[in-house]
């Protein structure tokens, strides 16, 4: 079961009898034009394909449903109907006991091109790429819905990781920068060969070590909780020394950085060096924030 929280990060509240309680968010800022209501339909459009798709063969309660946001930043018009962006991908799930939900999916995707007019109906097809627009959408549904269920059962993420590939392969004969191997060591390819790499298997059953025997039981047997979570860390270090610094590891530790230190900075001396040692060894770039736990 999932149980609901109050994420740090804001979501709209909202009872869907679908997978996902996702918003979106479209920052066009930077393009120059005035019919800026293309925008807010973007938004909504969006959104509604997200939450009202059934992504899964599962029933799902309201309580259960995955909170999720996708930051769109566009940087380009360069004709109209096309456009330039980012995506920045936020999922949490709620922390047994607790009103706190820890974010386990932050991914920035930094290519993503899209043509859209007003007014444009959203079809998805899982067997044939029909658009930029709901390929995107689908491969993120299925991503967050994976690592979300990765949390619950070890390796749980599996079906959907393998829906995200066929996604994948369905868009490699298309123009499209973001899907293909070549363009990039941190595109939608890589992120989801990453979760099906052997090599990696351990950081997926890290998320589930780290969340169903770590902070689910943090109230009731802290020490307990502590040895799981760098139990968990061990499974990352050791697939971070199969494949150094890949999109995989990089996702884990954009997510979970700033919470293990929270976790840590409470714990026995003895505990915090092991963490801290840990944690700058899979994230060197962060040590100096690291270096908290132990000073």
Not at 72 to 85: D, R
Not at 116 to 134: A, K, M, W
Request: aromatic share 12%; charged share 20%.
């Amino acid at each position: 079961m999932r149980f609901f929280g109050i994420l740090l990060i804001f979501f709209l509240s909202a009872s869907f009898a679908q997978e996902l309680n996702c918003r979106v968010i479209v920052n066009a800022q930077q393009v120059q034009t005035t019919e800026r209501a293309i925008f807010t339909e973007m938004e909504t459009e969006f959104a509604q394909f997200l939450n009202t798709t059934k992504w899964t063969n599962d029933e799902f309660e309201e309580e259960e449903v995955i909170n999720c946001n996708l930051v769109i930043t566009i940087s380009e018009m360069p004709s109209i109907g096309v456009f330039k962006a980012s995506v920045q991908v936020l999922s949490s799930r709620p922390v047994y006991g607790t009103g706190y939900e820890s974010v386990i999916m932050n991914f920035a995707d930094r290519d993503w091109n899209f043509e859209y007019v007003q007014s444009q109906p959203l079809r998805f097809n899982e067997n044939t790429f029909t658009s930029n627009i709901t390929s995107m959408l689908a491969y993120y549904a299925y991503m967050i819905i994976g690592f979300d269920y990765d949390t619950f059962s070890e390796l749980g993420g599996t079906p959907h990781f393998q829906n995200a590939f066929k996604i994948v392969n369905n868009a490699q004969q298309t123009n499209y920068s973001g899907w293909q191997q070549f363009n990039s060591v941190r595109n939608r390819y890589w992120l989801v060969e990453n979760v099906q790499n052997p090599q990696l298997e351990p950081i997926r059953q890290a998320l589930y070590t780290y969340h169903r025997q770590g902070l689910d039981i943090m109230l009731e047997d802290r020490e307990q909780a502590e040895k799981n979570i760098l139990d968990a860390l061990s499974k990352v270090q050791r697939a971070n020394r199969a494949r150094p610094r890949s999109i995989l590891t990089i996702a884990f530790m954009d997510s979970k950085s700033g919470e293990l230190i929270q976790i840590f900075s409470e714990s026995s001396l003895a505990t915090r060096r092991q963490a801290y040692n840990l944690l700058s060894n899979i994230d060197p770039a962060r040590t100096d924030d690291y270096k908290a736990l132990i000073e």
